[in-house]
């Protein structure tokens, strides 16, 4: 009951308190039933309505955002109101639904999850070369190793550096100040 639910040591918080419509008999298990040949992405969050006469809502909650999609749904008659997939979402919705995907390895599957391992472990690697580069050209004990007469660069190098500074905003900025800092 609604006075049980105010009173006690939060009695003055009724901000977070969210009413919604009485659920009529049955509705639940229609709107179940509506859903269930929909093909929506498991886990599927339903949702009653907030206000008397509001569709209930169906949303997929898949870790592999691009297969989320929302169905509203008329509770008493079971008709489909809406259906809102990934394809009409906004665009800015959609990069960041595949960026999120991909960085969480739910994009491509094992093939993600095996791509972000790989570069986890190149990252490790880096880091790990980096200490083995100093200690080889440093002096004896600790300090800074005797600056190189002329560093050597590729062309694949440059290319490669040009294309990430484009590619890259910030990382073109900070190679400018960095560049700047030195002269």
Same mark, same amino acid.
């Given at each position: 009951? %609604?006075?049980?639910?105010? #009173?006690? &040591?939060?009695?003055?918080?009724?901000?977070?308190?969210?009413?919604?419509?009485? =659920?009529?008999?049955?509705?639940?298990?229609?709107?179940? /039933?509506?859903?269930? *040949?929909?093909?929506?992405?498991? *886990?599927?969050?339903?949702?009653?309505?907030?206000?008397?006469?509001?569709? $209930? @809502?169906?949303? #997929? &909650?898949?870790?592999?955002?691009?297969?989320?999609?929302?169905?509203?749904? &008329?509770?008493?008659?079971?008709?489909?109101? #809406?259906?809102?997939?990934?394809? %009409?979402?906004? $665009?800015? &919705?959609?990069?960041? /639904?595949? /960026?999120?995907?991909?960085?969480? /390895?739910?994009?491509?599957?094992?093939?993600?999850?095996?791509? !972000?391992?790989? @570069?986890?472990?190149?990252?490790?690697?880096?880091?790990?070369?980096?200490?083995?580069? $100093? $200690?080889?050209?440093?002096?004896? !004990?600790? !300090?800074?190793? =005797?600056?190189? #007469?002329?560093?050597?660069?590729?062309? !694949?190098?440059?290319?490669? =550096?040009?294309?990430?500074?484009?590619?890259?905003?910030?990382?073109?900025? @900070?190679?400018?100040?960095?560049?700047?800092?030195?002269?």
């Amino acid at each position: 009951p %609604q006075a049980e639910a105010m #009173s006690g &040591d939060h009695a003055g918080h009724g901000g977070m308190a969210m009413p919604r419509a009485p =659920i009529v008999s049955g509705e639940l298990a229609r709107v179940i /039933g509506v859903v269930r *040949p929909l093909a929506v992405a498991p *886990p599927v969050l339903i949702a009653p309505p907030m206000r008397p006469g509001d569709p $209930w @809502t169906a949303a #997929s &909650d898949a870790a592999n955002r691009p297969l989320r999609s929302t169905v509203k749904i &008329d509770g008493r008659t079971g008709t489909v109101i #809406s259906r809102e997939g990934f394809a %009409q979402r906004h $665009w800015i &919705d959609q990069t960041i /639904g595949y /960026g999120v995907a991909g960085h969480e /390895g739910a994009l491509f599957g094992l093939a993600n999850q095996l791509l !972000g391992t790989v @570069t986890a472990l190149l990252l490790v690697v880096l880091a790990g070369s980096g200490v083995v580069m $100093w $200690w080889r050209r440093r002096h004896v !004990g600790l !300090g800074a190793p =005797i600056a190189l #007469s002329r560093p050597r660069l590729g062309a !694949g190098l440059a290319i490669a =550096i040009l294309a990430l500074a484009l590619y890259l905003p910030l990382f073109g900025l @900070t190679l400018i100040a960095v560049l700047v800092a030195e002269r």
